[in-house]
């Protein structure tokens, strides 16, 4: 990997290895650019779950990293070939405390996509970092912070939602953490089958929860004993991410995802967490349309990508008006084959 010669001090760029982990993490809970997307468990549950090809590149000085970024290649006759930090990943990009350090990965990475002959580098922001590549400004994300008293922060849900979370409690229901992801996962794949989406593998959260132990946690929401919704999120740095969630059929009648994301809510400003991401959505989309009405203000996210092979992006999201009749034939595929083949298609889209 090639030396920064400017600034200072020059930066040696190397390749997270096993026993590089400790320090990378380390690193991360330091660093104010950073995100859970950056902790190094991704490359294993990258590698894991979806047999990808990683690179989690670091510059160093004397032995103290400055800088990090982490990518992983996605290979796909169907969708391109990409190297992005990173895939299944809200945010990414680098994270650095050195401007000097930052453009030692950038180049170092962006000389790898030119090695690999990737189609596009993709990296996926909170800010912009390359204003002259190509922008996908498609997603928003929605973060806010929490309020020290749970009654507050219920009070300052607007109230249309906010009688939705009290309907909830009307019908009974109540929260639970899960050890394991089984009643997530039904949950969660009845909820993306009837939009039309394909699903994880269970293995992928199985590995999630291996990788990030008690900061990927799993709560579940129960009605006369059964699981109505469920969601799984993460805990960084007094910042809760419910990541994935979803209900079954009753959950909407119930109004159990709204009184979900309160008890995710609530529970995290009891346990002194001091931001609430409601993670990203696509703008024009119900997911938007949901976070927004909750009283979050859309934060644009900056994912810019510089062409290599390709002489333009593609566009494999599900808005494309071409993917229309896909949507609604795997919407009749009855769920047990949606569950089967959805893997094997997710792992393909990063």
Known sequence: MPHNQHGPQSFTVGVMGLDDRARWDDFVQRCPDATFFHRAGWQRV??????????FLYAE??????????????????????????????YGGIAATDPAAADAVDRAAQALAARLGVDHLEYRQLRSRHPDWLARNIYATFRK??????????????????????????????????????RFFDCYADSVHRLGTPVFSRRYFGVLQQEFGDDCEVLSIEHAGKAVSSVLSFHFRGEIIPYYGGGGAAARALAANDFMYWEVMRRACEDGCRLFDFGRGKYGTGSFAFKKNWGFEPQPLHYECQLHRASRLRDVQPLNPRFQLLIKAWRLLPLSLANALGPHIVRQLG
């Open 145 to 182: 912070p929490l309020l020290a008293d749970p009654e507050h922060n219920l009070l300052a849900i607007p109230r249309k939602h906010r009688a939705m979370v009290r309907k909830g409690m009307g019908f009974g229901l109540s929260s639970h953490i899960d050890a394991d992801t089984a």
């Open 61 to 90: 000085a004397e032995g103290k990293i400055h800088a990090i970024l982490p990518l992983a290649q996605v290979n796909s006759l169907l969708f391109g070939n990409s190297l992005s930090s990173l895939p299944f990943c809200v």
């Open 46 to 55: 990258i590698e894991t779950a979806f047999g990808h090809p990683s690179w």
